[in-house]
């Protein structure tokens, strides 16, 4: 499994709490009343937000260097963070199946917004659970 390091952008709030975003990965964030809270929430929030992406088959960017993080004016900086995550990898797998079969599955997985390999996994969690 690979080992991810993103710089998290921490900001201070009046009332003394804390936000952090990443600003490689739109919409991971989290907050926090105090420092500590705040790194321990920063890396769960990294790892389901990668873990995420890696379910839905999206590419996970590299890492901005920190020389390179945009620095916004209307935020309170306090710093920067580097969070580590290690999210559960999908393993890679070649399957088989007739033409008519795969087709269906694609049509089932557009119809429901979602991707062939998350029809598959469910299907397969659905079945295993059934017994």
């Known amino acids: 499994m690979r080992t991810f390091v993103f710089p ?3 900001e201070a709030a009046s009332d003394g709490s804390f936000g952090l975003f990443f600003p490689d990965l739109p919409g991971c964030v989290t907050a926090a009343d105090s420092l500590d809270d705040l790194a321990a929430g920063a890396r769960e929030a990294l790892q ?3 873990e995420g992406m890696i379910e839905d088959g999206l590419a996970i960017p590299a ?3 920190i020389a390179d993080l945009p620095h916004d004016p209307d935020i309170n900086e306090a710093g920067i963070l580097l969070v580590e995550a290690l999210p559960d990898a999908a393993d890679v797998v070649s399957l088989t199946l007739s033409a008519a079969l795969l087709s269906r ?3 089932a997985a557009q119809a429901r917004g979602t ?3 998350k029809i598959l996994a469910e299907g397969a969690e659905a079945l295993l659970k059934a017994g």
């Open 105 to 107: 599955i694609d049509a």
């Open 8 to 10: 998290g952008i921490v």
């Open 48 to 50: 389901l937000h990668l």
């Open 115 to 117: 991707t062939r390999e």
């Open 63 to 65: 890492a901005s260097a």
